[in-house]
């Protein structure tokens, strides 16, 4: 259980993370979804203590991560950015955060061996490609058996095995009844895998809501309709709520009705369709849509500013 | 991939414990021994250490037929044998700063601070390993450089001195606490500097660019300050002759000691406070 409340910091005079609060709950995938530079990875750094918040609070499993006295049991937190030493092997590196709870060496050959490095595990980790470097963070944020599991971005460089390695075992993680709160600024992704989003956007919270619910907000209705009387049928369709976009080759993409209405309308003002289509956004523009107020409002204001 | 999904799941950890001292204690050791720097510097510091008094015992032996007295007599058997000394501790400084400026530069300090949240523990284990690392590996290195330089100024008997005389156990002694105090005081700064070239450079204004700046000022003021600079006053540890503006042993190396502790203590308070 993760529990951020009016969660703010500023880096001097830019707000990182702006107000947030969340709640990251037990048994389920909860993804955090936001543009690169939202304030994710921020965030997270926030909820490891490793970072001191300008305002606001958070908790992981009802304590502020530095009071807890066995942190490796409690959280166990890939981080986006490189967190090993270059020119240590993975296994000392996992033997050396292990050695801080008394956690034994099996369970670092173990970790070593679920996420399959056991072949370079003893290589300098500066070798490692991105791919390897990320199990090796999952190794890590898994090392001590934690009942909430923070990864940011964690199929980054993985091969589509391992992103469907990624994704089994954070299902399997909630399953077992743990936290799971993964980042990613794909939204693709994380409709395969979570089952909550949180959407941040300029470090302010856009959406918090479930993967079902974001996808039914997302299906708007968008027709594409062509016509050799486009000017009459935009007469026709005209009301409010519906705006139209000029699509290729005589076709006008019709936002605010549903296939049939504008199908009624067009038969009702004797105007001949030659195309009616029904368009689904994809979920990647909806998340487009859902984050793009913010960044124009954003942009705007930095215009005003210069 | 195959159609089968496999199902991953993570092995229970059967038994759990908390974040302790002694634990934080050998983790640092783990991450001490298990770079390639820790190796370098420390052979490079041991090795300096001693072939400088060697090479030096060598050369004063080679030259001393043809010496005038006054030259004779300013040659003093322990400078010859802590001669590496002064070059061993800037191996001890490098790798002191960067056993804290990598973990910044690497990232990994992200990592060491999720497992140890309260950070404080962290600095205190890697200034133990160190310092004790650092002085087991001096005491040997500083009883061989002696003992190797008086063997081959045997014959020449104005430079003989016997480890029992007053003051030279202390000194031969003390040359390795020096070292160590050097290493604490480096991994101070790498902490608040917290960049390697920042560190070492920090390191060496204040070790080897500001006592010869001293020169610059009136001699009087020049003997007033001088001898309460960091290097200056813990160089006495190893000083065997009380001279004119310097401190005594003792208190050169207190006041050494108490430059070590507001630098740890700097570290301890910045550490703490600041994001990563």
């Known amino acids: 259980m993760i529990e951020a409340r009016d969660l703010t910091k500023d880096y001097g005079e830019k707000r990182a993370v702006d107000g947030l609060s969340f709640t990251v709950r037990p048994g389920i995938v909860t993804g955090f979804l936001g543009p690169n530079g939202s304030g994710k990875s921020t965030t997270m750094r926030l909820i490891l203590g490793l970072d001191a918040a300008t305002r606001g609070d958070v908790t992981v499993n009802g304590r502020h991560y530095r009071d807890h006295t066995a942190p490796l049991h409690e959280v166990g937190a890939l981080l986006e950015a490189r967190s090993v030493h270059t020119g240590r092997s993975a296994y000392n590196h996992l033997l050396g955060l292990a050695q801080t709870h008394g956690i034994p060496k099996r369970r670092v050959h173990e970790l070593i061996d679920l996420v399959g490095l056991h072949e370079v595990a003893r290589k300098r980790s500066g070798q490692f490609s991105l791919g390897m470097g990320q199990r090796l963070g999952i190794a890590q944020a898994l090392l001590g058996d934690p009942k909430t599991v923070m990864l940011d971005e964690p199929v980054n460089g993985l091969d589509p095995e391992g992103i469907h390695w990624v994704r089994n075992l954070l299902k399997g993680l909630a399953a077992e009844g743990r936290t799971v709160f993964v980042s990613s600024h794909l939204m693709s992704e994380m409709a395969l895998t979570a089952d909550h989003l949180i959407v941040i956007g300029r470090g302010k919270l856009i959406a918090d809501t479930s993967v079902d619910d974001f996808v039914a907000r997302a299906s708007q209705k968008v027709v594409v309709v062509r016509s050799p009387e486009l000017e009459s049928l935009r007469d026709a369709l005209a009301g409010p709520g519906v705006s139209f976009e000029p699509a290729e080759r005589g076709a006008l993409e019709v936002h605010g009705l549903t296939a049939e209405q504008v199908g009624e309308a067009a038969a009702g003002a004797g105007i001949a369709l030659h195309e009616l289509t029904p368009q689904q956004a994809s979920l990647e523009e909806a998340f487009m849509n859902l984050t793009r107020d913010e960044l124009e409002f954003a942009a705007e204001l930095e215009e005003a500013v210069a | ?276």
């Open chain 2, 1 to 276: 991939m195959s159609a089968v999904t496999p199902s991953v799941r993570l092995p229970r950890l059967e038994s759990t414990g908390r974040v302790a001292f002694h634990r934080v204690l050998l983790s640092e050791w783990t991450k001490l021994r298990s770079v390639r720097s820790t190796a370098w510097s420390l052979v490079v510091g041991f090795l300096l250490t001693i072939a400088f008094p060697i090479i030096f015992a060598f050369v004063t032996r080679s030259h001393w037929g043809s010496m005038r007295p006054s030259e004779r007599a300013g040659r003093h058997p322990l400078d010859i044998a802590l001669a590496g000394v002064n070059v061993a501790q800037l191996a001890i400084a490098v790798l002191g700063v960067l056993l804290i400026s990598a973990e910044y530069s690497t990232g990994s300090i992200r990592s060491t601070f999720t497992a140890v949240p309260k950070r404080l523990p962290v600095l205190w284990a890697k200034l133990l390993d160190y310092a004790v690392l650092s002085f087991v590996l001096m005491v040997p290195a500083v009883l061989v450089s002696f003992f190797a330089s008086q063997a081959i100024l045997t014959s020449i008997h104005p430079l003989q001195i016997s480890f029992a005389h007053p003051g030279v156990a202390r000194a031969v002694i003390g040359g390795a606490a020096y070292v160590m105090l050097v290493g604490i005081f480096a991994l101070a700064i790498g902490a608040i500097v917290r960049n390697t070239a920042g560190g070492i450079a920090t390191f060496a204004g204040i070790f080897f660019v500001i006592p010869p700046l001293m020169n610059i000022l009136p001699l009087s003021w020049n003997n007033a300050i001088s001898q309460y600079l960091p290097s200056n006053a813990g160089r006495q540890l190893f000083a065997l002759q009380h001279a004119a503006h310097t401190l005594t042993p003792t208190a050169g190396g207190l006041l050494f000691g108490a430059y070590c502790a507001a630098a740890v203590v700097i570290a301890a308070v910045l550490l703490v406070r600041r994001d990563v």
